[in-house]
């Protein structure tokens, strides 16, 4: 006999902790089936931490969802009695005119929110780990910080646990089919049935929704720990996280935090495609060099010794805009997928917006932006 539950969650990472511990809070029966570990470093969500920041350049409708986000990590930092979003600050930086600095001022005055606008010297003087070229332009909002990423999720599944659901790790969906008005899903061990699927899959979402195969596409992606000369010049007192458009592309960083280095990123790295199954997990002294060309250039005091090396993914949406709706055809089913890189900030209101959507159908939050009829 197959077991029976309210909702399934497939993908217990970021977005999927949260949206258990948002199902079982509400007194549904739920099951979270993890393909990997609890948490891991197979996907989108290790390495530390991630960037949060209210200063939104992709879309000023995002703002009203960030602020109910910080507010549902100042909540899931109550119940697991440890701090999880670390406000220190947050550049987004672009020469004059471009759309990361332009949207970036456009979303915080639109939205009423505190910001500084500061020229290249103005940042350097400020925060001397940085070094803007000429002509470069800063927007300081000092609500930005990061999240504890691996933390948060084992704070969400401690949190689910504790509300009555249950979490399976290293158990692999197989296949999902669509019965009567729920679902029946099947794994490498048993067998379930459900009136509602939640489909939170990261870079694995398109092998579990087939309609997403075009529209969530995982891609390569590197980070790199640098240990910088002058380390007091790179901690989280001085050194506010960035968002930075250079000539050489986009880049984002952190201050020295929970491992040894100064840690930077590249958008779309090598913009490499990848299959999650079979991506390239080593990483390539070309992987190191993309990234210390900019250090060398912008952060030149954190351009020392190598401390790690790491890949992980994003999954891309056509228009880097993220994914969160049900399933066309398929009202028994939510998908919240496509993150592009920028997703993982969003994490605890997902877990609301998906808790919505599974049990009653729609939300109060505005997600027309998100919606997967856009395609």
């Not at 948002?22 to 089936?33: E, F, H, I, T």
């Not at 458009?245 to 913009?271: A, S, V």
């Not at 028994?332 to 997902?350: D, L």
Request: charged share 20%.
């Amino acid at each position: 006999m197959a077991q029976q539950f309210d909702c399934i969650v497939i993908g217990v990472g970021g977005m999927g902790s949260s949206a258990v511990h948002n199902l079982a809070k509400r007194g549904q029966k739920v099951l979270g089936l993890e393909k990997f570990d609890i948490p891991h470093s197979e996907g989108s969500s290790h390495g530390v931490n991630r960037i949060i920041r209210l200063a939104y350049y992709e879309h000023p409708s995002y703002v009203p969802l960030l602020r109910r986000a910080y507010e549902m990590w100042s909540e899931i930092e109550m119940i697991a009695g440890e701090q999880l979003l670390y406000k220190i600050g947050s550049i987004d930086t672009a020469p004059a005119g471009h759309e990361v600095f332009e949207g970036s001022l456009e979303s915080c005055l639109l939205h009423d929110l505190p910001h500084e606008v500061l020229n290249h010297q103005q940042i350097n003087d400020r925060f001397p780990g940085y070094k803007m070229p000429p002509g470069q332009m800063g927007l300081y909002q000092k609500d930005g910080g990061f999240v504890l990423s691996e933390r948060s999720i084992v704070a969400y599944v401690n949190a689910a646990v504790a509300e009555g659901a249950e979490i399976h790790a290293r158990e692999t969906v197989l296949k999902w089919e669509p019965e009567r008005a729920g679902v029946r899903v099947y794994t490498d061990r048993f067998e379930y049935t459900a009136d509602r699927l939640v489909v939170t899959a990261g870079a694995w979402a398109a092998g579990v929704v087939s309609s997403l195969k075009e529209l969530a596409i995982p891609e390569r992606q590197v980070l790199a720990w640098l240990q910088p000369e002058e380390p007091s010049l790179f901690s989280p007192e001085n050194f506010p996280v960035f968002n930075a458009y250079f000539q050489e592309g986009r880049y984002y960083g952190f201050p020295i935090f929970g491992i040894p280095g100064f840690k930077i990123g590249r958008y779309h790295h090598l913009e490499e495609l990848a299959d999650p199954d079979h991506v390239k997990r080593g990483v390539t002294q070309e992987d190191e060099d993309i990234l210390r060309v900019a250090v060398a250039r912008y952060f030149p005091k954190a351009n020392g010794t190598l401390m790690t090396l790491k890949t992980c993914l994003f999954t891309n949406t056509p228009d880097d805009h993220f994914i969160i709706d049900l399933v066309p055809g398929l009202p028994q089913v939510t998908v919240a997928a496509g993150f592009s890189g920028h997703g993982f900030k969003f994490a605890s209101v997902v877990g609301e917006i998906v808790g919505d959507l599974a049990i009653n159908g729609k939300t109060n939050h505005n997600i027309d932006l998100l919606k997967i009829d856009r395609f």
